[in-house]
C-alpha cells in the first residue's frame, strides 16, 4: 500500500536558518511522483515542489530545494534563509494513480494524492 | 485568475443538521476532490469527481455525498452532521490525465457541535 511519512510533527528555527524536513514513502510504483505543499496559516495549501522518481535533477523552486534519495524512499525538503512567513505546516504527498475502466478498457487515468501527517513549522524572528 | 473558491469558510452545525459546503474553480478542471485535514490524520480523501455527473468513492466516503452538475462547481453534502464530522474540509482540481498538481481551496473549518 501507498504511504507517507512525516516524523517530526513540528519544528522551530531562527529567521535566517536552513531547515531539513524528512518524509520517507512506501510505494509499489516503478514509476513515482512526490510533492511538497504548505498549509498557510490563512488556510490556503500552496504547491512547493515536485519529484518524479525518474528525474536525477535536482529540483529546485526559489528558497525550496529537495533531496531525494530514491533507494532509501526518502525526499527531503529545504529550506534556505528562512524568514518568518515560512512558519506554518509542510505536507509532503505521493501521486498514486488511479485508472477508469470501462467494459474491460482503460478510459482514464487520474488519481490522488496520498499526504503525510505534516510538520509544523514555527520560525521566530 | 486560476483559483479554486471554498463557501463558507467557516460554519457552525448542530448535530443532525444538514450541512452543504460548495466548491467552484475557474480553469475548467475536469478533476475535482474532496478531503478532509484532521490533526494526527493528515489529508484524507473523501470524494473524487472526473468530471459532470462522474464521481467516485475515495477512502473515507462514509457519511457523506457529493453532486457534480456543471464542470466548475462540486458540492460535498452531509446529511445529518455528526460531531465526528468536525473538521477542515479542502477542495482540490487539477486538469487533464496523470500525475500532477493540485490546485486547493482556503479550506472549510466546519464544527459540528
Known amino acids: 500500500a501507498e504511504k507517507v511519512i512525516q516524523v517530526w510533527s513540528t519544528a522551530s528555527r531562527q529567521e535566517g536558518e536552513e531547515l531539513t524536513l524528512d518524509c520517507s514513502y512506501e510505494?509499489?510504483?516503478?514509476?513515482?511522483?512526490l510533492f511538497w505543499y504548505k498549509h498557510l496559516l490563512s488556510g490556503e495549501m500552496v504547491f512547493l515542489i515536485r519529484?518524479?522518481?525518474?528525474?536525477?535533477a535536482k529540483e529546485r523552486s526559489g528558497r525550496y530545494s529537495v533531496v531525494f534519495q530514491k533507494s532509501l524512499k526518502s525526499i527531503s525538503l529545504i529550506i534556505s534563509a528562512l524568514q518568518p512567513d515560512d512558519s506554518g505546516k509542510y505536507f509532503c504527498?505521493?501521486?498514486?494513480?488511479?485508472?477508469?475502466?470501462?467494459?474491460?478498457?482503460?478510459?482514464?487515468?487520474?488519481?490522488?494524492?496520498?499526504f503525510g501527517l505534516g510538520t509544523t513549522l514555527q520560525v521566530q524572528p | 485568475d486560476m483559483k479554486v473558491t471554498q463557501m463558507p469558510r467557516y460554519l457552525i452545525k448542530r448535530m443532525g443538521e444538514n450541512v452543504l459546503l460548495e466548491c467552484g474553480q475557474d480553469m475548467s478542471h475536469e478533476t475535482m476532490y474532496w478531503y478532509r485535514q484532521d490533526p494526527g490524520l493528515g489529508l484524507q480523501l473523501i470524494y473524487i469527481s472526473y468530471d459532470v455527473d462522474s464521481n467516485s468513492e475515495g477512502d473515507i466516503p462514509k457519511g457523506y455525498r457529493v453532486s457534480r452538475k456543471k464542470r466548475e462547481h462540486f458540492s460535498l453534502i452531509l446529511d445529518s452532521a455528526k460531531t465526528n464530522q468536525t473538521s477542515v474540509y479542502f477542495c482540490?482540481?487539477?486538469?487533464?490525465?496523470?500525475?500532477?498538481?493540485?490546485?486547493f481551496g482556503e479550506g472549510s473549518k466546519l464544527t459540528v457541535l
Open positions: 510505494t509499489s510504483q516503478v514509476l513515482y511522483h
Open positions: 504527498a505521493l501521486w498514486e494513480p488511479i485508472w477508469q475502466i470501462s467494459e474491460g478498457y482503460i478510459t482514464g487515468n487520474t488519481g490522488k494524492l496520498i
Open positions: 482540490a482540481s487539477r486538469p487533464g490525465q496523470g500525475p500532477g498538481q493540485l490546485y
Open positions: 519529484q518524479t522518481s525518474s528525474s536525477t
